[in-house]
């Protein structure tokens, strides 16, 4: 059976993006978040990233249409449900929300709809157990930004099927990414290695050792890294990295994962990075 439909829950800056490669590849989209503002803010980020593309040629006018046109949104969750094929939830990482909404997919999807989570950190096992369909559900961690980055990360819950994962495997590819086949441990292979050098860079500004503009120059300069690994955070998002040194602190139980007490005060302070204007750096 060909697949038609991709629904996206979480319309923030990962799943803004999963939608529009999504829309590209020619899928039927629908777009959730929680309300009609988020939706918009969501469906906006699209059509401003297709404009500039239409601006430097990339795409003709009728293309950005036609991708757009095919982005359908709402903030009713059996309404994403209904149709899908694919659902690939984006919503803020933490495991008891995504569950929540997994448990709820599973009762309004269709038998045949497999479910993914972009999540960047969470166990995929233990988020299909919220599930009647555990062999239906699979980790497809995409990288930020979406529509540039290559990777896909196609993480194997324990009750993964073979064909659930070719059947992802194929649908990334269609989107135009690379998938890699990965295990279900915390981080998977991505966050477990850059999450700690981020935090280890955060740990640098704690004590002084450097400014973060120092930081970020040692690394570019000397290592050949593209960005600094707290310009990259405040890419990311503050609360992100937070949330996923904690997965990796809880799910290894080793201290050599604790999250900097200097990354905990700016979530606490609401600065999370470029989503809301200050991290590391400040933002207009
Ligand atoms: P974000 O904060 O930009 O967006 C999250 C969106 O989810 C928000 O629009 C929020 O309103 C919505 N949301 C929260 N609870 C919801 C619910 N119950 N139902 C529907 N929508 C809900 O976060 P971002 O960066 O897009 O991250 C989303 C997920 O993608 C997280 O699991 C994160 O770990 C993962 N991820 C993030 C990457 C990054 O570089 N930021 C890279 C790869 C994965």
Redesign the pocket.
């Known amino acids: 059976m060909e697949w038609k439909r991709v629904s996206v829950?979480?319309?923030?800056?990962?799943?803004s993006g999963i939608a529009q490669v999504a829309a590209q590849a020619g899928y039927q989209v629908v777009l959730?978040?929680?309300t009609e503002e988020?939706v918009q803010a969501?469906v906006k980020r699209i059509a401003d990233l297709l404009a500039r593309n239409v601006e430097k040629g990339k795409l003709s006018a009728e293309e950005r249409e036609g991708i757009l046109d095919r982005i359908a949104t709402t903030t009713q969750l059996e309404e994403a449900a209904q149709e899908a094929d694919l659902v690939i939830e984006?919503?803020?990482?933490k495991l008891e929300?995504k569950a929540e909404?997994f448990r709820r997919l599973d009762q309004c999807c269709p038998n045949h709809t497999i479910l993914a989570s972009?999540?960047?950190?969470l166990p995929i096992t233990e988020i299909a157990a919220a599930t009647k369909r555990p062999e239906q559900v699979i980790g497809m961690?995409?990288?930020?930004p979406v529509p540039v980055m290559k990777l896909v990360e196609v993480i194997r819950g324990l009750a993964t099927s073979e064909d659930v994962f070719r059947l992802v495997v194929a649908a990334a590819e269609r989107m135009g990414k690379t998938p890699v086949e990965v295990n279900d441990y915390p981080g998977f292979v991505s966050n477990r290695i850059l999450m700690p050098m981020i935090n280890e860079a955060i740990y640098a500004v704690y004590e002084g050792v450097a400014t973060p503009e120092a930081i970020d120059q040692v690394m570019k300069l000397g290592m050949n890294h593209p960005m600094g690994p707290l310009t990259l955070a405040d890419?990311?998002?503050l609360d992100?990295c937070l949330?996923?040194m904690e997965t990796l602190h809880e799910g290894f139980g080793d201290s050599k994962y604790r999250p900097c007490p200097l990354l905990r005060k700016y979530v606490k302070a609401g600065w999370l990075g470029r989503?809301s204007g200050r991290g590391f750096y400040q933002y207009s």
């Not at 972009?118 to 950190?121: I, L, Q």
């Not at 961690?141 to 930020?144: I, K, L, Q, R, T």
């Open positions: 829950i979480g319309a923030g800056q990962m799943g959730l978040d929680t988020q969501g984006a919503v803020v990482e929300v909404i972009n999540t960047s950190s961690h995409f990288m930020n890419f990311i998002g992100t949330y996923i989503k």
